[in-house]
Structures are given as structure tokens and as C-alpha cells.
């Protein structure tokens, strides 16, 4: 697999071709999983297929904050393994709909990060080309929508190679403090 590096010396059309290729081989890869999965930043949400007719005390579901496994009784498990994060266990949950599918809610401890996978074991996806749905930032509460805020004006000075919003607070400070103190020689200070 290239790095970043590489990629990043890719012409437009270069990157389009790869881009391409690594979107099959992912939905491919997804595909081939025993079972269907989407996410928010906060949540994610699995879809196992079961046999119709299932009933929900024919299946053994086990959700811990690090473990996930799902499987019938006395049989082998359908997956099982370790959560590529943590879930936040009293908000995680599952249910049987229609006696054939089952759902499966998992709350995520950090609501701010894209998950790679469900499970350690299984093939990744290519997080920094999730498209999120389209929200209004004026559907939020006051404090959600001022983190989303100030998280979209940080990427887009990281992004410019320019300061963030707390670099800017502390050089703001250091400002006011050089004024405050003249006599002081800060020719030599560094932010950090």
C-alpha cells in the first residue's frame, strides 16, 4: 500500500484512477462481511442477516465495550472479535426485526472519530473519503454546533498551514500580555 506521500503527487486523474480501484476493492471487501454496517460520528449501526423465522432467544448476542459477538446457540459465531474502538455500553443495544435481521446499535465512547472497520480482524474502509450526510449546523444545540464549528475552521486553517483557533488564542494572549509588559523582551518567545 502507497503513503500519503505518494499520493499526494498524484495528478487529478491519477488520483481519480486510484481512487476508483480502491473504492471496488473496498465494496468488494465489505461485501464479502456477514453483515452490512453504517456510521455516524457518534454511532454505528449493523445489520446481520439471520434465517427467517428466527427468534431472538435462538440467538446469543454478547456486546462489551471492547467485544462484540453474534451467533445461534450451540452453533459457530457469525462474527466475533474485538471492536476497533470503544462503544459506550448502557447506549449500545440490539434488536430482531421481522424475524430476519438483526439489529445491532452501538453508541461510540468517542463521537468525534470515524470507525475503520466493526471489527479488528476485518478489512478497513478508507475513512478520509466518508461523505457524511448533509446537516444543518442550525439543527444542532448552541454547544454541539460551536464544536463542529470551530472543528471545521481547524481543519480548514490545518489544511492552509495556518494557525488553529487555540493557536490563535495563545498568540492573541501573548499579544496582550506583550503589551501589557513593554519592558519584557520577547524577541526570542515560541508558541507551543
Given at each position: ?27 468488494v471487501e465489505q461485501a464479502a462481511l ?59 443495544t440490539w434488536t430482531l426485526e421481522d ?94
Amino acid at each position: 500500500m502507497s503513503s500519503d506521500n505518494d499520493y499526494d503527487k498524484l495528478t487529478n486523474e491519477e488520483r481519480e484512477a486510484r481512487d476508483k480501484i480502491d473504492r471496488e476493492r473496498e465494496e468488494v471487501e465489505q461485501a464479502a462481511l456477514p453483515y452490512k454496517w453504517k456510521q455516524e460520528l457518534g454511532e454505528v449501526d449493523i445489520t446481520v442477516p439471520v434465517p427467517k423465522g428466527t427468534r431472538a432467544k435462538d440467538l446469543v448476542v454478547v456486546i462489551q465495550k471492547k467485544k462484540l459477538s453474534v451467533g445461534f446457540k450451540g452453533q459457530e459465531k457469525i462474527m466475533e472479535g474485538e471492536l476497533c474502538k470503544e462503544i459506550k455500553l448502557e447506549d449500545s443495544t440490539w434488536t430482531l426485526e421481522d424475524r430476519q435481521s438483526l439489529l445491532i446499535h452501538l453508541e461510540k465512547l468517542n463521537k468525534q472519530q470515524w470507525w475503520d472497520n466493526i471489527l479488528t480482524h476485518h478489512p478497513k474502509i478508507d475513512t478520509r473519503k466518508i461523505q457524511p450526510e448533509n446537516s444543518k449546523l442550525s439543527d444542532l444545540d448552541g454547544e454541539t454546533r460551536g464544536m463542529v464549528e470551530k472543528m471545521m475552521f481547524d481543519n480548514q486553517q490545518k489544511q492552509m498551514g495556518k494557525p488553529t483557533s487555540d493557536e490563535l488564542k495563545k498568540m492573541e494572549a501573548l499579544k496582550k500580555f506583550q503589551a501589557a509588559h513593554p519592558e519584557l523582551d520577547f524577541s526570542n518567545a515560541k508558541i507551543s
